[in-house]
């Protein structure tokens, strides 16, 4: 039995995610790879290679992979699959654009968003926004899983010596191509990874407003900033600060929600936050009900207060 | 050309949905059924193409049990122009649901088939790429703005980092984001005119379909409650609980 890990880089490195991904594959027992299908992918590589438990390294390395696109990496997985019990990847836009091709075309169910390993046919995963979980038995040959991050503490990044082997390149479908990305740009922590974030929702106004408010507060705890559906639509910040159901999965050690009422689809979201602080005008916010620490009032005096205190 | 919109009947999203006490599943007997909110926006997606002269026919699908008509019926008000019922009191799984759509795409022939990223019951994200797979055509998931031009169509993706545009030769699935459009509501002449449309009912057995599940849900329980929290007066106060008790900062 060995785990196939689709590793998610940016060529030079590794995504946070991929060492949360190792983790669920180490609850299987058995030999772990990671492949590394990119373009001029190296540094991604020797990333991998260092990562805690991993034994080999594949690496693909061809011009078409640059951009990711499902329709050349799903063939390139599907050829190497036989050699693998279960094939892995994190339940990011990433996983979660890939690995159904390759289940399909491997005639597979995928099993998505897994919490937990009951064993090696048995996963537990979140259904109705993580309102309920399920636990579910594939009696597919081959588990093609998406694994939700915040279930699997990281293994180390660090201290692992597998061999790198090459592998060739499937063809290039020619039939998508990647036009351009636009990356938010940003010094703070990456949202699903951070210890801590701060998120605002509607109760902020607007985007000007959001950032003169939470942006030092964040700067303070060193935190990532997040946001409710509400306002990401309403414009105030990118789509990738959308946290919820839709959005990312969160679980930091401090989530700070201001402005946000606690909708269930913001709810499943963060819900998994070792502690959460909510900051809202209204004390029948649903956010209360899953809140440590519950504050109520006006969130323009009590945010610039909190930053002046911490 | 012909699109296609697959429909799922889903449990509202404003329902907050309960356990079975046998833990077999979720409550979903007597509470409040809808068209999955991205298939909404699925829908709106094709009648805006339509009514760009891109697209001369909308078909939308769905799978389940009869009561899967007032879903249909939904789409039709929207604007979809015909409907089929793939009718089935079986639990169908993606790859099922995949395979089913697979088939009524090689009799209808459609140049795009826009699905919804994720179901909000099952959020399993995958029946999209799926058919994708099955009929070896191009994706584009989680789309927010789409263009058809020159046999191509244009797609800005919501990424995990930000966005991307991805350009793919038709024929082609997308999957709709939530910032894509916002949904129309039908109108009362709308709804009635649906109910004259052409809805056809036909079975997976009667399209040689193998619908077998492939997982088998063990159990169902609900999610381990968190323990109760307090409020606190004043920002001095949760300064001090922050350090001192959650030593969180
Ligand atoms: C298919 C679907 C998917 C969805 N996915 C997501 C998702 O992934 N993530 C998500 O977040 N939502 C999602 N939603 C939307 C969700 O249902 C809610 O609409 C949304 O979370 C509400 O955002 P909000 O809390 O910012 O806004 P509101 O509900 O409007 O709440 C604003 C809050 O701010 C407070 N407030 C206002 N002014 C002040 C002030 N001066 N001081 C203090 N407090 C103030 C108010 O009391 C209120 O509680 C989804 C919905 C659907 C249908
Ligand atoms: C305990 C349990 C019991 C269940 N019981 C049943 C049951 O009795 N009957 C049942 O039907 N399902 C049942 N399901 C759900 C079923 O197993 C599948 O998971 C589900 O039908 C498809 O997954 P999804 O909708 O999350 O797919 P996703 O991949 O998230 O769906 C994406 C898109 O695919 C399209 N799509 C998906 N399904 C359909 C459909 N049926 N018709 C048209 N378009 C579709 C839509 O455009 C949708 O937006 C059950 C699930 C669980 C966990």
């Given at each position: 039995m060995a785990t196939l890990v689709i590793a998610e880089h940016d060529n030079s490195s590794l995504k946070a995610g991929v060492t949360n991904t190792v983790a669920a594959a180490h609850k299987l027992g058995g030999d772990i790879h990671v492949l590394v299908a990119g373009s001029g992918c190296a540094g991604a590589a020797t990333a991998a290679a260092a990562v805690a438990g991993v034994s080999k390294v594949l690496v693909a390395d061809a011009a078409h992979y640059a951009g990711s696109v499902a329709e050349n990496l799903a063939p390139l997985v599907v050829g190497i699959a036989?050699?693998?019990?279960h094939i892995m990847a994190g339940a990011t836009a990433f996983g979660k654009n890939l690995m159904p091709r390759v289940a399909a075309l491997l005639d597979v169910m995928q099993i998505s968003?897994?919490?937990?390993?009951?064993?090696a046919d048995t996963f537990v995963r979140p259904i109705y926004a993580g309102n309920a979980f399920a636990t579910v038995q594939s009696s597919d040959a081959i588990k093609i899983i998406t694994v939700r991050s915040t279930g699997f503490d990281a293994v180390a990044a660090t201290g692992g010596n597998a061999v790198i082997e090459n592998i060739a390149a499937s063809a290039d479908a020619g039939v998508s191509r990647v036009v351009k990305q636009e990356l938010s740009k940003s010094d703070r922590p990456e949202l699903a990874a951070a210890k801590r974030i701060v998120s605002g929702g509607r109760g902020l106004g607007d985007g000007d407003k959001y950032r003169a408010v939470l942006e030092p507060l964040a700067d303070k705890l060193g935190a990532a900033l997040g946001a409710s559906r509400a306002a990401v639509d309403a414009g105030f910040v990118p789509n990738d600060y959308q946290v919820g159901q839709t959005g990312k999965i969160v679980a930091p050690e401090l989530y700070i929600a201001v402005g946000i009422s606690g909708a269930i689809q913001h709810l499943a979201g963060m819900k998994e936050s070792k502690v959460i602080v909510a900051i809202n005008k209204d004390p029948d916010a649903p956010i209360f009900q899953v809140a440590d620490y519950g504050l109520v009032g006006d969130l323009f005096t009590l945010v610039p207060e909190l930053t002046a205190a911490i | 050309m012909k699109i296609l919109v697959p429909v799922k009947r889903v449990v509202d999203y404003n329902v907050k949905v309960r356990v079975k006490a046998d833990q077999?599943?979720?409550?979903?007997?007597n509470v409040k059924m809808s068209m999955n909110p991205f298939d909404e926006i699925a829908i709106e997606e094709a009648v805006k193409l339509k009514e760009a002269g891109v697209v001369t026919e909308i078909i939308a699908v769905s799978i389940g049990v009869t009561q899967c008509q007032e879903t249909l019926r939904t789409a039709l008000a929207m604007g979809a122009d015909r409907a089929i019922l793939v009718e089935t009191t079986a639990e169908i799984q993606p790859l099922a649901v995949a395979k089913l759509l697979k088939a009524i795409v090689a009799n209808e022939t459609p140049q795009l088939v826009i699905l919804g990223?994720?179901?909000?019951?099952?959020?399993?994200?995958?029946t999209g790429q799926m058919l994708a797979a099955l009929l070896n055509w191009p994706q584009a998931t989680f789309a927010s703005k789409v263009t058809i031009a020159n046999g191509e169509a244009e797609v800005m993706r919501e990424i995990d980092g930000g966005m991307e545009t991805v350009a793919i030769k038709l024929p082609a699935i997308i999957t709709t984001d939530l910032r894509l459009n916002t949904p129309r509501y039908a109108t009362l002449p709308n709804i009635m005119k649906a109910k004259k449309k052409q809805l056809d009912i036909i079975t997976p057995e009667s399209m040689g379909?193998?619908?077998?599940?492939?997982?088998?849900?063990l159990k169902v329980v609900e999610p381990a409650k968190r323990k109760g929290g307090i409020m606190v007066p004043d920002v001095a106060t949760l300064v001090e609980k922050l350090r001192n008790e959650a030593k969180v900062i």
């Open positions: 036989k050699d693998y019990s968003d897994i919490v937990s390993v009951d064993s | 077999t599943g979720v409550e979903i007997a990223k994720q179901a909000i019951d099952d959020d399993s994200n995958q379909v193998d619908v077998t599940p492939r997982l088998k849900t």
